[in-house]
T-cell receptor, first 116, second 112 residues
Framework: GAVVSQHPSWVICKSGTSVKIECRSL??????MFWYRQFPKQSLMLMAT?????????EQGVEKDKFLINHASLTLSTLTVTSAHPEDSSFYIC????????????FGSGTRLTVV | AQSVAQPEDQVNVAEGNPLTVKCTYS??????LFWYVQYPNRGLQFLLK??????LVKGSYGFEAEFNKSQTSFHLKKPSALVSDSALYFC??????????FGAGTILRVKS
């Protein structure tokens, strides 16, 4: 089946630095990539939606200058958390919508970000 | 707007017993419904989906769900629970913008 590879699985960074998270769709083309944030014991909060070759659409309340999303190809999307602060510590998950197999949604394995 | 509700924060069941995790939905138009499972510090794994067709949908790992239009429900079921089924379960509906809207999640605990 479809697989989305998400890296890194966990990262610790210092306040003020930037962190990049990558999601690659393996063996399929991801027409749309979704980025979620999940707090402990809570549901997934959609941060933004990106389509290949166009600017991401951010959900209300999500700072687009802080969470930079790039979807330069049909197999790669990145989320960069800029000038990270402790409150950005969270679990980030990507999801790819695949064109070939009935537009299912495949999720990456998630990235645990800890800002110290 | 499309939405789903998972009324139970947690479901406890003994190993070998049948399990049900509840989900109700609110949509305009035809619902596209999904169930996912999440293990600690992992992404979501697809279990099953309902787009159209038979109301009883069979999915991965022995799970199934019944679409009930009159009750606007899409409950997840399994005839015989395993301890390894213990995880966090999410019901989701696809909205008009092709985004998934998730329920709050239900923790399933299966005890041996």
């Amino acid at each position: 089946g479809a697989v989305v590879s998400q890296h890194p699985s966990w990262v610790i960074c210092k306040s003020g630095t930037s962190v990049k998270i990558e999601c690659r769709s393996l063996d399929f083309q991801a027409t749309t990539m979704f980025w979620y944030r999940q707090f402990p014991k809570q549901s997934l909060m959609l941060m933004a939606t990106s389509n290949e070759g166009s600017k991401a659409t951010y959900e209300q309340g999500v700072e687009k200058d802080k969470f930079l999303i790039n979807h330069a190809s049909l197999t790669l999307s990145t989320l960069t958390v800029t000038s990270a602060h402790p409150e950005d510590s969270s679990f980030y998950i990507c999801s790819a919508r695949e064109r070939e197999s009935g537009y299912g949604y495949t999720f990456g394995s998630g990235t645990r970000l800890t800002v110290v | 707007a499309q939405s789903v509700a998972q009324p139970e924060d947690q479901v406890n069941v003994a190993e070998g017993n049948p399990l049900t995790v509840k989900c109700t939905y609110s949509v305009s138009g035809n619902p596209y419904l999904f169930w996912y499972v999440q293990y600690p510090n992992r992404g979501l794994q697809f279990l099953l989906k309902y787009i159209t067709g038979d109301n009883l949908v069979k999915g991965s790992y022995g799970f199934e769900a019944e679409f009930n239009k009159s009750q606007t429900s899409f409950h997840l079921k399994k005839p015989s629970a395993l301890v390894s089924d213990s995880a966090l379960y999410f019901c989701a509906v696809r909205d008009d913008g092709n985004k998934l809207v998730f329920g709050a999640g239900t923790i399933l605990r299966v005890k041996s």
